[in-house]
């Protein structure tokens, strides 16, 4: 089945078709998919000539999910994708446009650049209500989806043992489920629950990932007084702090994962316990601008439970590529890599459906 909408990219979307409408000699013509991770087809047509697009939906964009949003739009280039969403501020509206990504929002600000058309709207102030996330994008629902995409198998399990595992209320589980079938993203019901459309659902949470969960797992952004070469604090992490259960992640956790010995620019350091002591044990200094980012584990399931080519245990690949994508966007050989050789075996896995 295809990535049936909620209520708020629903409206979202008629909105934007009715701005198009209204531009002259324009007529846009919206089918649904039945099968696929796009919201649909959108065929665009006037004396100009004709268009067609694949409808991607994403609310509430901020700079740092466009980063992401970039990444994933950039990845069918062989099929012309429009992003329709609810408002785009003035500086993330200039990302897309400067990346090449056409747009329109429901304000009436848009960006298509595909001969024959061309149009240009910009300015329009964001419309006074604002449709507002499902659950299963906040923060929790986040996290038990990031349990979902680890585990599939999971969505059978009781709520009980889905909060414990992935580190949330019990009360939350029973709604984020709920949002997750309306949205299309799970079918059956108790033991029989299974997750579906697992590649939108991966492209949308890592959205979320970038947008709210980083950000409600940061603790402190440094940077190590030891050396500029980050690879030697991963080796000082293995000497001085290996009872500490530090995961590495962000972009130097995925090149070691992956074997790739080129220089990184970012490391993640997903942490338990008291955050000073180990600051004080790897010398690290508090920078708002610094490439040491810590960030506070959450749930059971967040360490790579695969071969460690490197002593200290690293982040699973789900988190590696989400931090790469939130904080380099500009590695592209590195997320394809990453994704090409640790998550899409596990979306084409057999037992998933979509």
């Not at 934007?16 to 039945?34: K, V, Y």
């Not at 700079?63 to 500086?91: F, N």
């Not at 979902?148 to 709604?175: H, K």
């Not at 949205?183 to 939108?200: C, F, M, Q």
Request: charged share 30%.
């Amino acid at each position: 089945m295809g990535i049936k909408l909620t209520e708020n990219e629903r409206q979202t979307l008629e909105q934007c078709l009715r701005n198009l409408q209204s531009l002259d000699g324009c007529r846009a013509e919206f089918a649904p998919e039945p099968t696929g991770e796009s919201a649909g087809r959108l065929k665009l047509q006037g004396p100009w000539g004709r268009l067609d697009y694949r409808i991607l939906t994403r609310l509430r964009l901020t700079e740092s999910s466009a980063e992401t949003a970039i990444h994933h739009l950039r990845g069918r280039p062989e099929d012309r994708t429009l992003l329709l969403t609810d408002y785009l501020p003035d500086r993330v509206a200039e990302k897309l446009r400067r990346s090449g990504i056409d747009y329109i929002d429901s304000a009436g600000n848009a960006h298509l650049r595909q001969p024959p058309l061309y149009i240009e709207v910009s300015g329009r102030r964001r419309p006074e209500r604002q449709p507002r996330a499902g659950r299963a994008f906040q923060v929790a629902g986040l996290k038990l989806v990031s349990l979902l995409l680890r585990r599939p198998e999971a969505a059978a399990w009781t709520y009980r043992d889905l909060a414990g595992e992935a580190g949330i209320a019990l009360g939350a589980v029973g709604p984020v489920l709920k949002d997750l079938a309306r949205r299309g993203y799970l079918a059956g019901e108790d033991e029989n629950r299974r997750v579906t459309g697992i590649r939108e659902l991966f492209l949308r949470w890592e959205l979320g990932y970038g947008d709210r969960l980083r950000e409600a797992l940061e603790l402190q952004r440094c940077r190590w007084s030891g050396h500029s070469d980050l690879r030697r604090l991963a080796d000082t992490i293995d000497r001085q702090a290996a009872d500490a259960g530090i995961l590495l992640g962000g972009e130097l956790g995925a090149r070691l994962l992956l074997g790739d010995e080129g220089p990184a620019d970012q490391i993640s350091l997903h942490c338990r316990g008291e955050l000073l002591p180990l600051m004080l044990r790897l010398e690290l200094v508090p920078d708002p601008e610094g490439p040491v980012h810590l960030l506070r584990r959450f749930g059971k399931g967040d360490r790579w439970s695969g071969w460690q080519p490197y002593p200290t245990p690293l982040a699973d690949p789900l988190l590696l590529h989400a931090e790469v994508a939130t904080a380099s966007p500009d590695k592209e050989e590195l997320l394809k890599e990453l994704s090409d050789r640790h998550l899409s075996p596990r979306f084409t896995d057999s037992r998933m459906s979509g």
